[in-house]
């Protein structure tokens, strides 16, 4: 099983809602990552968890809140958004890094979230 | 900072024929991984093929190999035999061999939108 699930899909929320962004594997990874991607951009790296520690915050606003309760699932937890946070948000997962070592980060397909 | 230019914002190309992306990138380090992923409009970013820095042999995953130029600083992809499934954004990456705090860190390029014309 080489999958990364995302749930939800879709998520259209207003600026004084809370809403969770969900990512689940189940490959052993310990290595969980969090990306933006706007439209026709590349991804951009949010946060990296190593071992469930945050480990990488790419100075992301505090709106944006991650959670690792576990090995196999990562949270973003949402509040407060803006509409230019609108964006397709990834997860995605690896082996943990280590010098003179190289995994694949797999992808997950994405949550297409839209703030009001 | 490590830089990745990819030049071409979007190509097309004939079924059956063969079609090379080009990504050139910035780096003072010696020790480091280039990527090429795949992201049809379905979304899910795939991994297309991989190239550490220290060996000198250009990587192929079947109808996809790069032209690797260390010296240049490039790290093109060719695809031979395209087809209709190939129809999709293809982002260069690198990522550093010196992990320290930068734990995966993939750095993008802007990607270029293949069309595949049947």
């Known amino acids: 099983d080489t999958e990364v699930t995302q749930t939800p899909k879709h998520l259209v929320m207003g600026m004084t809602n809370k809403k969770s962004l969900k990512c689940e594997q189940h490959?052993?990874?310990?290595?969980m990552y969090w990306y933006k991607q706007k439209a026709k951009k590349p991804p951009e790296l949010m946060f990296v968890?190593?071992?469930?520690?945050?480990?990488i915050n790419e100075s992301v606003p505090s709106r944006f809140s991650p959670e690792c309760p576990n090995s196999s699932l990562l949270n973003l937890h949402l509040h407060a958004l803006q509409p230019e946070d609108s964006a397709l948000y990834l997860c995605a997962s690896s082996q943990v890094l280590f010098v003179g070592t190289d995994y694949e980060q797999y992808f997950g397909p994405g949550t297409r979230l839209t703030v009001t | 900072a490590q830089t990745v230019t990819q030049s071409q914002p979007e190509m097309s190309v004939q079924e059956a024929e063969t079609v090379t992306l080009s990504c050139t990138y910035d780096t003072s380090e010696s020790d480091y991984y280039l990527f090429w992923y795949k992201q049809p409009p379905s979304r899910q970013m795939i991994l297309v093929i991989r190239q550490e820095a220290y060996k000198q042999q250009n990587a192929t995953e079947n109808r996809f190999s790069v032209n690797f130029q260390k010296a240049a600083k490039s790290f093109s992809l060719k695809i031979s035999d395209s087809q209709l499934g190939d129809a999709a954004m293809y982002f260069c990456a690198y990522r550093s061999g010196n992990y320290g705090g930068s734990q995966g860190n993939l750095i993008f390029g802007k990607g270029t939108k293949l069309s595949v014309k049947p």
């Open positions: 490959m052993g990874h310990r290595a």
């Open positions: 968890y190593s071992y469930e520690k945050l480990s």
